[in-house]
């Protein structure tokens, strides 16, 4: 018979994100809000216009996905053929932001006016510029702060596997200012 404390067998679980735990409720107040905006529309016209909105933003919302779809294979299937073809790849000034396109479209398509206007912006240049750049600063600062063993560790750092096995973490330096008809130096241990 032992006598004190028992200790617990499982270790204790991590605190839950903040994202984890805002994200759920903030869902829950938009799709209220989305379900309120459109009972005062319909009360403030009819039922019929609300309809018509909401098959508007359908429509809106498909023909804007299918078209940056379109644009994004395009740019790929040329990018495709001129890696090909030995040449490299020029640069084009419109194929930024169709995903923020596709995004705009499927706001478009979710039913709701909030979502909708939301839509709307995102298919305005200045405001993809923006999105875009907040976004790219975000996920360079989530991967700088990555720690060790992440995900995002997995982005930042890149493994070297040698044939005796052993793994060799590094990272991959491109020296473009050396001309393509130079040889490389030879890899030393």
Do not use: C, Y
């Not at 098959?55 to 644009?71: D, M, N, T």
């Amino acid at each position: 018979m032992t006598t004190g404390a028992q200790t617990p067998s499982h270790p204790t679980r991590p605190r839950r994100s903040r994202l984890r735990t805002v994200l759920p409720l903030g869902v829950a107040a938009w799709l209220v809000l989305e379900i309120w905006l459109l009972t005062v529309v319909a009360g403030a016209s009819s039922g019929l216009v609300v309809f018509l909105l909401l098959v508007a933003g359908v429509v809106l919302g498909s023909l804007v996905i299918k078209r940056a779809g379109r644009r994004a294979f395009r740019n790929l299937a040329e990018t495709l053929q001129q890696q090909q073809s030995g040449t490299a790849p020029a640069a084009r000034p419109n194929s930024e932001g169709n995903g923020l396109m596709m995004l705009g479209g499927l706001l478009l398509i979710i039913p709701g006016l909030i979502s909708d206007a939301l839509g709307l912006l995102l298919l305005l240049p200045p405001v993809q510029k923006a999105v875009g750049r907040t976004a790219e600063r975000t996920v360079e600062r989530k991967l700088r702060e990555a720690a060790p063993g992440t995900l995002g560790d997995a982005f930042r750092q890149s493994r070297i596997h040698r044939p005796d096995g052993k793994v060799i973490q590094g990272e991959v330096i491109r020296d473009d200012d050396r001309p393509s008809d130079t040889p490389r130096p030879p890899l030393t241990h």
